[in-house]
């Protein structure tokens, strides 16, 4: 099937083309990413995970899809201390994914999927999907795009500008990607396991940490185009699924 990208295309082009097709969405963040990597992480790993997994997708999808532009910001107040960084507060992102959605509804699209590439998003992506779907007639699906690595054998999967996203960006572009400095002060010790199903927002954690998890002088380009094949390829195969189901 037909792999369209929104702007590039006509608008006589995307109204053929909408009534019947999935958009993807793809939505980021601009960020501080710890001093080694660049602020646009997430965006850049969004796009380029919903691009390939389009692109894959369309051997086999059963309607057309079509690519919007990546959202490069998202909810990343947290991160703002840091500096490096430009936020949506989760009012406002919510407020301008429920725009966008009202947009394809009444572009005559009928079908989205969000692909997230940010934590402080998930919550966000969730509530504008539910409410879309009810405001607007869509059928709107929310998935974040590191569930596809959650076996992923560092662990820690999507952590901050640690292993797991370092190793991506090393991969796709190796210039954003610079060497780790030593921490400005260690990791803390592992805190005391949380109650089963609990999530813990905790705006003390990032401070501690010095604004990034884990391991990522561990990281390699190689390991990073392993993980991104399988994401894609999980991804792909969601889209293709959506394509039949939404």
Sequence with gaps: MTLLRWADASRETLNEVLPEALVVLPIGATEQHGRHLATGTDALL????AERAATLAAETAARPQVLAPALP???S??????GGTLSLTP???????????????????ARVVLVNGHGGNVGVCHAAAAAASTRHRLAVAHVD???????????GVP????EFETSLVAAVRPDAAGPVPPRARPLPEPATAKPKGVTVHDAALWTSIDGYTDHPERATAADGAARLDTVVAGLAACFAELTETL
Aim: aromatic share 10%.
């Design 46 to 49: 969004a796009a380029t995970a």
């Design 73 to 75: 910001f998202g909810a």
């Design 77 to 82: 107040d947290h991160h703002l201390p840091f």
């Design 91 to 109: 009012e406002t992102l919510l407020a301008v994914l429920l725009d966008l959605l009202r947009s394809v509804a009444e572009d005559g699209g």
């Design 145 to 155: 795009y590191w569930r596809f690595a959650a076996d992923d054998p560092a662990g």
């Design 159 to 162: 952590g901050h500008a640690g």
